[in-house]
């Protein structure tokens, strides 16, 4: 009773509690947590007191030359989301465009085939695994894109993307990618959300918030409620945490897509009807994805396209 929960946020294997698939940051940190709390030990955090950090984010998890599992920098704080977040919004704009700006005019909207499950990537398999099945661009996604960013933005916790679409079927499902695209063309694959637009419904009192922001939607999933052919819908996308530093120099990708035939470890089912989806961004309907900005530490040097430990990279 009072003992406070601990959560570290790092890329890597599922695996903490095994120091082979860990490194010592990890191990040594939930050793120490348990020593103090549970024991009485004092294993390495002294006089720790119940609203010291209970949130520790490990940033860019790699390996050394020693073939050693670091971070190359950390945030510590007592709450998650993290103190401090800054919820910025990103919006979609005509040519592929993605800005903190919002639409000041009709800007012409984009469509994408939903139907045909083409892409298909593993987000754990590292980049030994190859490309997607296909090449990357197609007619059933788009793909937006903001400028080259002037220095390093890091974002740690939960995601959210606002669709303003309408489709040809009375039906569709809605995948998002957020990607970081480096100077040489690789795209390292960071997190994705989804939703089956016949569940769009979200239960305001059972979602939770931070700072009058809604960041995880509660869906009860209850019913089915098909959408009408051709009428403009705005979906609220949860995607899914991460805690990734954009470094200067690198741009910042969200593509919207078709679902995978597999992702990762998860093959989906195609039980919906071919459609046309149009996603629009204008005044009127300012589609966007919201990052959860926070200060960037005091970080070690960029690491190269797949050298983050289970972190996807094609090499562009």
Known sequence: SGVPKRLVITN???????PAYTGPEV???????????LRGVDGGFGTLSADQSTVKTLLEYHRDSTGQLVSNGTIDSTTFPLSGTTWTDWYLHDGGGLSTA?????EPSDQYLSG????????????????????????DEVTYRSAVLGSDTTIVGPIT??????????????????????????????????LRASHRAVDPGLSDYAGGHLYRPWRPHSS??????????????????VGHVFRANHRILVKVHTPP?????????????????????????????TLPVVATPTLGSALGCGEQENVRCIAG
Do not use: C
Request: charged letters at 15%.
């Open 12 to 18: 890597g294997n599922h695996d903490t509690q095994n």
């Open 27 to 37: 191990y040594n940190d939930r050793k120490a947590w348990i020593d103090h709390w």
């Open 102 to 106: 919002a639409p000041t005019t009709a």
């Open 116 to 139: 045909s499950p083409r892409q298909s990537w593993s987000y754990q398999a590292g980049p030994t695994a190859g490309h997607e099945f296909t090449t990357p661009a197609g007619p």
């Open 161 to 194: 993307a606002n669709l303003f679409v309408s489709s040809t079927a009375p039906d569709t499902e809605l995948f998002v990618t957020l990607i970081d695209e480096a100077p040489d063309g690789s795209h390292t694959y960071l997190q994705r959300g989804m």
């Open 224 to 241: 089915a409620d098909l959408i009408t052919p051709g009428q403009v819908y705005d979906y609220l996308v949860e995607v899914f945490p």
């Open 261 to 289: 035939a597999v992702d990762s470890y998860y093959a989906y089912v195609p039980k919906r009807v071919p459609a046309v989806n149009t996603i629009l961004h204008d005044t009127a309907h300012p589609s966007r994805i």
